[in-house]
């Protein structure tokens, strides 16, 4: 998968996730692909960019690359 792709897919979960959730979707992104992220040493930086969000986000894409170390997503 290429960055632009997890950026389509980072956009789609911001701008879907429910009113006042969309940190969490984003930490939720990061724990879903953090695996892939990590193996194919794509940045965070350049996923929130090609998702188009606010660049301020890249932070939070990270926290959920980090905890995708030790937990599983649900959904």
Known sequence: MS????GDILRKMY???PD???A????LF???YGELILKN???ASEIVKASGINDS????????????KYVI???
């Open 3 to 6: 960055i632009t792709e997890l």
């Open 15 to 17: 701008t879907n996730a």
């Open 20 to 22: 006042k959730e969309q």
């Open 24 to 27: 969490t979707f984003i930490h």
């Open 30 to 32: 990061g724990i879903k």
């Open 41 to 43: 040493n794509y940045s």
């Open 57 to 68: 986000y890249k932070t939070e894409v990270r926290k959920g690359i980090n905890l995708s």
């Open 73 to 75: 997503s649900k959904i």
